[in-house]
């Protein structure tokens, strides 16, 4: 499942491993821990990205999935779970900036196609139909308008206990959107064969009626 930030992918994802009985895999929390560990030792700044450094280290990141008590899979950077701290909107920014570095995408594209290897996964990002799984059995492909996506993101962030300003918030999307899609290194686009689902208008519950639907005819 590929498309822009903040228009539901994972919800839907989640949602279709769940009824499946497959795994979720969220590949866009990996470029997050990267951008984290980057933030963390100073290789990102407003002003700067140490590519070198960032490049330099990554065998040191390990990132790893672990479902909680609940069942729902947390983010693990080296051992500690770090699934809250790269929600934020720095980490976003941070993370749409490493995803530009060829060689980090070649280490995350890796280990995701380890991840999949012996199927029953859903996997939401950008280039999980181009580039990560080109011969998956479906591929969908989500859009939303940019306003919208902010708007349920700044509820989200809201929701949670955060203040954010909604104008910083339709930034953030906007400006990650631009780099996401001009950006060299596997751009986001939609793959020939996907299936696109644009659900500026369609409540959650449909969308996951449809795709499992849709699952049901493909496969
Ligand atoms: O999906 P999410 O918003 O968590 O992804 C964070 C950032 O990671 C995105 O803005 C995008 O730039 C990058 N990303 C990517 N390829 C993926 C998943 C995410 O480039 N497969």
Redo the contacts with the bound molecule.
């Keep these: 499942m590929?498309g822009y930030?903040?228009c539901g992918?994972?919800t839907i994802a989640k949602g279709l491993a769940k009824k499946l009985g497959y795994t979720y895999i969220?590949?866009?929390?990996?470029?997050?821990a990267v951008a984290l560990f980057a933030i963390r030792n100073g290789w990102i700044t407003d002003q700067m990205m140490d590519e070198k450094a960032i490049i330099e280290h990554l065998s040191n990141i390990k990132i790893t999935f672990k479902p909680n008590l609940s069942g729902v899979q947390e983010t693990f950077l080296n051992d500690e779970n770090v699934e809250k701290e790269i929600r934020t909107l720095e980490v976003?920014n941070g993370?749409?900036r490493v995803?530009?570095l060829a060689a980090v995408?070649k280490e995350?594209v890796r280990q995701?196609q380890e991840m999949g290897i012996n199927k029953g996964v859903v996997m939401?990002?950008?280039?999980?139909g181009t580039v990560?799984f080109p011969n998956a059995e479906m591929k969908l492909f989500m859009t939303c308008s940019p306003e919208i996506r902010a708007k349920r993101r700044y509820d989200e962030m809201v929701s949670k206990g955060e203040s954010p300003l909604y104008e910083d918030v339709l930034a953030n999307v906007k400006e990650?959107d631009l780099?996401?899609t001009t950006?060299e290194e596997?751009p986001?686009r939609q793959a020939e064969d996907a299936i696109v689902l644009d659900n500026s208008e369609i409540g959650i519950d449909e969308q996951l009626i449809w795709a499992l639907n849709m699952f049901n005819k493909i496969t």
């Design positions: 590929d930030s903040s992918k994972s969220d590949s866009g929390a990996m470029y997050r976003a993370a749409s995803s530009t995408r995350m995701q939401d990002g950008r280039d999980i990560v990650r780099r996401d950006r596997s986001l």
